[in-house]
């Protein structure tokens, strides 16, 4: 009898494999990008994933740009159709939206700079021995903003730049992060889950698929240590949640000194009278918060802020103009008005952020059929030009943000090169954006809700260490590459075993 009932099972799933893969093939063969031009897929499994993971940054998308176009196609997972999901994502964004507003920054703002200056007397402590020291900018920019996330966003201690030792969850979010920049195919399926092809063919139930993947796949080192980090990050980070929660339920506010974090705004915000119950986020939602703010609030400005201070030691000018504006405010811990008042800073900021943007790229899915018009017809393989894109429900769209931000048919012949100037013309601020007219902070309504918050970090940090110091590249410039994992992180391309690294050498800046 149990036999008979596991082969009608057997024989009932085979037949919905087979199913899933007919229509799969039919969804392909009707596409209507089918005839859009594009690479050839290089894998069977990854499409061109693998070879967009490996290249450097934009370079790449720009490439493919020049042989197809500038509307193109390329294949991801088993060709690449995503299944899109319901989310809340609106709802979220009108209870976060308070917590990062211009008046909250602004109270942060003493966090930024304090983090800032304990930075630059660390650096101050190296350089007084010789005169002179060489740093690695990305380590100790990544402390900086490890520690400023912890303390603006939920009120915890990471303690990274006075001690050599790691807090729980900081040592638990750096395996995370690290681990993130491996591709591995198993990896990716089980954390993306119902998004790939891969789980709706063959395995049609997610969570099902999730357990017998991992019952049978043999567990690696990495795994485990993977498991336990995120083990980690969610027990602390419940725990973080419950204080911020028992506070507010015992003094209906929180204390002077924790007021201010984002994750007590957050929690403020979804326990507000006015808001329905039926629109509060969960514990688990706002949970979720925490990774994110450690992703968007450390990792994307200590990249940019290492970018920044690399462009200026390619740029003297642009270092000594810099430091010259800086060093017109009397003191050394600026309010957020006062960083804001000062154009050429946000010159060398925007500019940064346009030619090193952080995330240099991002995916979109289709959340119902849609004719796109285009600013550039394309014309498909059979010749046949369009000045429309259909596109359909569940399929992917890529934004090459960065390939945007260095193109030449916006930004002219020195699209590639480092010139703040440029933001002081008319012509720049026309541009069309959510901020710096362009997308290194995406636009629209799914725009970087934590924009003001990164950008008075990063002009923070500018502003401290480069009134303090002067910068020179410890390498040559062409031995500094990028990788990308999530942010685009620099290497030295004669060292990869090292790992990223940005080495500086500092000398102090006398003030004559």
Same mark, same amino acid.
């Given at each position: 009898?149990?036999?008979?009932?596991?082969?009608?099972?057997?024989?009932?799933?085979?037949?919905?494999?087979?199913?899933?893969?007919?229509?799969?093939?039919?969804?392909?063969?009707?596409?209507?990008?089918?005839?859009?031009?594009?690479?050839?897929?290089?894998?069977?499994?990854?499409?061109?994933?693998?070879?967009?993971?490996?290249?450097?940054?934009?370079?790449?998308?720009?490439?493919?740009?020049?042989?197809?176009?500038?509307?193109?196609?390329?294949?991801?997972?088993?060709?690449?159709?995503?299944?899109?999901?319901?989310?809340?994502?609106?709802?979220?964004?009108?209870?976060?939206?308070?917590?990062?507003?211009?008046?909250?920054?602004?109270?942060?703002?003493?966090?930024?700079?304090?983090?800032?200056?304990?930075?630059?007397?660390?650096?101050?402590?190296?350089?007084?021995?010789?005169?002179?020291?060489?740093? #690695?900018?990305?380590?100790?920019? /990544?402390? =900086?903003?490890?520690?400023? @996330? +912890? *303390?603006?966003?939920?009120?915890? !201690?990471?303690?990274?730049?006075?001690?050599?030792?790691?807090?729980?969850?900081?040592?638990?979010?750096?395996?995370?992060?690290?681990?993130?920049?491996?591709?591995?195919?198993?990896?990716?399926?089980?954390?993306?889950?119902?998004?790939?092809?891969?789980?709706?063919?063959?395995?049609?139930?997610?969570?099902?698929?999730?357990?017998?993947?991992?019952?049978?796949?043999?567990?690696?080192?990495? #795994?485990?240590?993977?498991?336990? /980090?995120? =083990?980690?990050?969610?027990? @602390? +980070? *419940?725990?973080?949640?419950?204080? !911020?929660?028992?506070?507010?339920?015992?003094?209906?506010?929180?204390?002077?000194?924790?007021?201010?974090?984002?994750?007590?705004?957050?929690?403020?915000?979804?326990?507000?009278?006015?808001?329905?119950?039926?629109?509060?986020?969960?514990?688990?939602?706002?949970?979720?918060?925490?990774?994110?703010?450690?992703?968007?609030?450390?990792?994307?400005?200590?990249?940019?802020?290492?970018?920044?201070?690399?462009?200026?030691?390619?740029?003297?000018? =642009?270092?000594?103009?810099?430091?010259?504006?800086?060093?017109?405010?009397?003191?050394?811990?600026?309010?957020?008005?006062?960083?804001?008042?000062?154009?050429?800073?946000?010159?060398?900021?925007?500019?940064?952020?346009?030619?090193?943007?952080?995330?240099?790229?991002?995916?979109?899915?289709?959340?119902?059929?849609?004719?796109?018009?285009?600013?550039?017809?394309?014309?498909?393989?059979?010749?046949?030009?369009?000045?429309?894109?259909?596109?359909?429900?569940?399929?992917?769209?890529?934004?090459?943000?960065?390939?945007?931000?260095?193109?030449?048919?916006?930004?002219?012949?020195?699209?590639?090169?480092?010139?703040?100037?440029?933001?002081?013309?008319?012509?720049?601020?026309?541009?069309?954006?959510?901020?710096?007219?362009?997308?290194?902070?995406?636009?629209?309504?799914?725009?970087?809700?934590?924009?003001?918050?990164?950008?008075?970090?990063?002009?923070?940090?500018?502003?401290?260490?480069?009134?303090?110091?002067?910068?020179?590249?410890?390498?040559?410039?062409?031995?500094?590459?990028?990788?990308?994992?999530?942010?685009?992180?620099?290497?030295?391309?004669?060292?990869?075993?090292a790992g990223n690294q940005m080495p500086l050498i500092i000398k102090p800046y006398i003030r004559s």
């Open positions: 009898m149990f036999l008979k009932l596991l082969l009608s099972v057997a024989g009932s799933l085979g037949a919905y494999v087979l199913y899933q893969i007919f229509r799969l093939i039919c969804k392909e063969f009707n596409s209507p990008l089918k005839n859009m031009p594009g690479p050839k897929s290089s894998h069977i499994f990854y499409g061109n994933l693998r070879e967009i993971w490996k290249a450097e940054n934009s370079v790449l998308h720009e490439q493919w740009v020049r042989e197809y176009g500038s509307t193109l196609k390329y294949k991801g997972f088993f060709g690449g159709f995503l299944s899109p999901r319901k989310t809340s994502t609106d709802n979220k964004r009108k209870i976060m939206n308070p917590a990062f507003g211009a008046p909250q920054v602004r109270e942060l703002t003493p966090i930024f700079v304090q983090k800032s200056v304990e930075l630059r007397d660390i650096w101050a402590s190296q350089v007084a021995k010789s005169g002179t020291a060489r740093v #690695d900018a990305l380590t100790w920019l /990544s402390k =900086a903003t490890l520690d400023i @996330i +912890g *303390l603006a966003g939920f009120n915890y !201690s990471f303690n990274s730049l006075a001690s050599e030792e790691q807090t729980e969850l900081g040592a638990a979010f750096a395996t995370t992060f690290q681990a993130g920049q491996t591709m591995n195919a198993l990896r990716m399926s089980t954390d993306l889950g119902p998004q790939l092809p891969y789980h709706r063919v063959y395995l049609p139930v997610p969570t099902v698929s999730r357990v017998l993947i991992r019952k049978f796949h043999q567990r690696t080192k990495l #795994d485990r240590v993977m498991e336990n /980090s995120q =083990a980690v990050m969610r027990r @602390i +980070g *419940l725990q973080l949640l419950q204080e !911020s929660k028992d506070e507010m339920a015992q003094n209906g506010t929180f204390e002077k000194g924790r007021s201010r974090d984002l994750l007590s705004l957050l929690v403020r915000a979804n326990t507000s009278k006015d808001l329905p119950a039926s629109q509060r986020l969960s514990d688990e939602d706002v949970l979720a918060q925490v990774p994110t703010f450690l992703v968007a609030g450390h990792e994307t400005t200590s990249t940019g802020t290492t970018w920044a201070l690399f462009a200026l030691t390619q740029n003297m000018a =642009a270092q000594t103009r810099l430091r010259n504006e800086l060093l017109t405010v009397s003191t050394d811990e600026p309010t957020m008005d006062e960083l804001n008042a000062l154009p050429y800073l946000d010159c060398v900021v925007r500019e940064t952020l346009r030619i090193h943007a952080p995330v240099p790229a991002t995916m979109r899915v289709a959340v119902q059929d849609d004719i796109v018009p285009l600013a550039q017809p394309f014309t498909d393989i059979h010749g046949t030009v369009h000045e429309t894109l259909k596109v359909t429900k569940g399929q992917t769209i890529m934004i090459p943000i960065l390939a945007l931000n260095r193109n030449p048919a916006i930004w002219g012949p020195d699209s590639m090169e480092f010139v703040p100037e440029r933001w002081e013309s008319e012509i720049s601020n026309a541009l069309p954006g959510v901020w710096g007219h362009m997308l290194s902070f995406l636009g629209g309504p799914r725009a970087c809700i934590g924009y003001r918050f990164s950008l008075i970090e990063m002009k923070a940090l500018l502003f401290t260490l480069v009134r303090a110091f002067t910068f020179e590249l410890a390498v040559p410039a062409a031995d500094i590459g990028k990788k990308t994992s999530v942010v685009q992180r620099p290497i030295i391309r004669s060292q990869p075993e």
